[in-house]
């Protein structure tokens, strides 16, 4: 089976690559380096050309709170192309297998927890991502609307915050698992005697490894079919400064954590309810703890050898 993977220079499409080569599917590898997907017309030719049996994209322009804040127009139009590119393409190639990825970021600021699949379009939006939370809810109305006109098995899956191997740890635009991973590392290495965090670190996330969620992505491949979309998460969260002094531990920083409160947290929680998949039989294998020690050791390594974004 031909699967293409769009994005797979990134977080997750790495980790979805080493997953379906690992299982010995057929993979067509692409990122920014080898189709800029936001070229419509480049993107239908790749398409029609490699003609694959699935289309797995997880592709997008990311990021943390203070670069989505900076950049919503990006945010927002770079991802409804992308996405819009590829999914077009795929039709037009009547490619009949589809997985979108999309975000935690879709569902309500204060939406009641855990957070349902249902629970979509509830409540306004976070303000600082709602531009990339409007492309991702655009993108699970692409999916049904192809489903229902053309009934092609395309789902949507919405996982929760995602790190691991490959991650981004540019301090401008990262996600803040990576970022403090950076942050702490860095000052550990030049005796810095405290560090400022943005917010207060009662903000509280739930995350999931990468190579758990390609996982979960190849599990649903086999085993779901179905209109809604479907959470990934592992079904439990910390809140911002627990997290701060769970990569203290692990980087051996023995410094002070200083909160900038007049920064932004964002939503207060983000936990996804994940009953759906659990129920078809999926779990996650690699906790937090033992999670952030494996991102450590990749960072550390892949800086050694001028391999990591920094």
């Not at 098995?153 to 929760?160: A, D, G, K, R, Y």
């Not at 531990?249 to 023995?254: I, L």
Request: with cysteine; proline share 4%.
């Amino acid at each position: 089976m031909k699967v293409l993977i769009a994005g797979s220079s990134g977080l997750v499409g790495s980790a979805l690559l080493q997953k379906y080569l690992k299982n010995n599917f057929e993979v067509i590898a692409i990122n920014r380096s080898t189709l800029d997907l936001l070229n419509r017309e480049a993107t239908f030719d790749a398409i029609k050309k490699i003609k694959p049996k699935l289309v797995i994209d997880s592709a997008a322009l990311v990021g943390g709170i203070q670069y989505n804040s900076k950049h919503p127009t990006e945010f927002l139009s770079n991802n409804l192309q992308i996405q819009c590119n590829l999914m077009d393409a795929s039709l037009d190639a009547r490619i009949e297998n589809l997985i979108f990825l999309g975000s935690s970021c879709i569902y309500p600021r204060d939406c009641a927890q855990p957070i349902k699949e249902e629970y979509l379009m509830t409540g306004p939006l976070e303000p600082t991502n709602s531009g990339y939370a409007v492309a991702k809810i655009a993108g699970i109305e692409a999916v049904n609307s192809v489903r229902k006109q053309y009934g092609f098995n395309w789902i949507s899956v919405m996982p929760t915050n995602v790190y691991g191997p490959n991650d981004n740890f540019n301090l401008e635009n990262a996600h803040v698992l990576p970022a403090l991973i950076r942050k702490f590392i860095e000052a550990k290495e030049s005796n810095q005697s405290v560090i400022k965090i943005w917010g207060d670190g009662s903000a509280k996330r739930e995350f999931i490894h990468s190579s758990d969620l390609a996982d979960a992505i190849s599990f649903l491949q086999e085993n779901y079919n179905n209109d809604s979309h479907i959470n990934i998460g592992v079904g439990y969260d910390v809140n911002i400064s627990d997290l701060a002094n769970m990569i203290s531990e692990a980087t051996g920083y023995r410094g002070d954590i200083s909160w900038d409160l007049t920064k932004p947290n964002g939503t207060p929680r983000k936990l996804l309810d994940s009953s759906r998949i659990s129920q078809l039989g999926w779990k996650p294998k690699i906790d937090l703890e033992n999670g952030i020690q494996e991102t450590i050791k990749w960072f550390l390594e892949a800086r050694a050898t001028n391999t990591v974004r920094l």
